[in-house]
């Protein structure tokens, strides 16, 4: 397991980044911090392998943190989520070394984008002492990634969309999350997150993310409109 800290001021938000990093396989969290200050307490005593790292924080600015961790010695990815989208950020952002950069609000199926790219990267490079050419440029982006019909021809089967997409018509146009649609297909729950994932993204779905009584965000689904055409073609 890949282990995460998240660094976000804002503790609703944080627990949805969590909730959002409970959804992908291979990645666990294993802390949270407010501040730069609480990170670096933090990073002194534990171990960790990803920070999800804010940069517009009341105490101080994110940037601040990644600055600290490329001047010492210790090898700590960073994937910033941030509202800060003005280009001075996000040059500072990659120039020290973050390998992704989301601006918020953002999709789930950018979020497992990113985590899967650099779980892809992270295995690649604790596991090999050295990289073809072929390797490198999916590395680094030089091929364009397939887009969500490609990925469904190759990574996903036509029975187990249909028996998702059968469960999904049984709400007509109520909203419904991913446990619902597992028990009710009798499919895994991270299986079945990645197809309502994938639909979302081709526009069979509508996403939402709501809050429960005790504040825990909640990814609920809806049927769009043309929900039915789009994926008529695929089951």
């Given amino acids: 397991m890949i282990s995460v800290l998240i660094v976000e001021d804002d503790p609703m938000v944080a627990e949805m980044n969590k909730f959002y990093l409970e959804q992908v396989e291979?990645?666990?969290?294993?802390?949270?911090?407010?501040?730069?200050?609480?990170?670096?307490?933090?990073?002194?005593?534990?171990?960790?392998?990803?920070?999800?790292l804010d940069i517009y924080m009341k105490e101080s600015n994110g940037l601040e943190l990644l600055s600290?961790?490329?001047?010492?010695?210790?090898?700590?990815?960073?994937?910033?989520?941030?509202?800060?989208?003005?280009?001075?950020?996000?040059?500072?952002?990659?120039?020290?070394?973050?390998?992704?950069?989301?601006?918020?609000?953002?999709?789930?199926?950018?979020?497992?984008?990113a985590l899967s790219a650099y779980k892809e990267q992270h295995f690649l490079f604790r596991n090999q002492d050295s990289l073809d050419q072929s390797e490198l440029d999916k590395l680094t982006g030089y091929?364009?990634?397939?887009?969500?019909v490609q990925d469904l021809s190759k990574g996903f089967t036509r029975h187990t969309l249909r028996t998702v997409w059968?469960?999904?018509?049984?709400?007509?146009?109520?909203?419904?999350?991913?446990?619902?649609?597992?028990?009710?297909?009798?499919?895994?729950?991270?299986?079945?997150?990645?197809?309502?994932?994938?639909?979302?993204?081709?526009?069979?779905?509508?996403?939402?993310?709501?809050?429960?009584?005790?504040?825990?965000?909640?990814?609920?689904?809806?049927?769009?409109s043309r929900g039915s055409s789009v994926i008529s073609k695929f089951i």
């Fill in 26 to 52: 291979g990645f666990q969290c294993k802390g949270w911090a407010k501040s730069v200050g609480e990170a670096l307490l933090k990073l002194a005593d534990e171990s960790f392998e990803l920070i999800l």
């Fill in 166 to 224: 059968k469960a999904v018509e049984t709400h007509n146009a109520n909203s419904f999350s991913t446990e619902e649609i597992a028990v009710s297909s009798g499919i895994s729950r991270v299986s079945v997150g990645k197809y309502l994932a994938v639909l979302a993204d081709m526009g069979a779905l509508n996403s939402e993310l709501t809050y429960g009584t005790i504040g825990r965000p909640v990814q609920r689904y809806r049927m769009s």
């Fill in 68 to 113: 600290a961790l490329r001047r010492g010695s210790k090898r700590i990815d960073v994937i910033i989520i941030s509202a800060a989208s003005d280009k001075d950020s996000i040059r500072d952002a990659l120039q020290n070394g973050a390998v992704d950069y989301l601006i918020k609000p953002f999709e789930f199926q950018r979020f497992l984008a």
């Fill in 143 to 148: 091929r364009k990634e397939p887009s969500a």
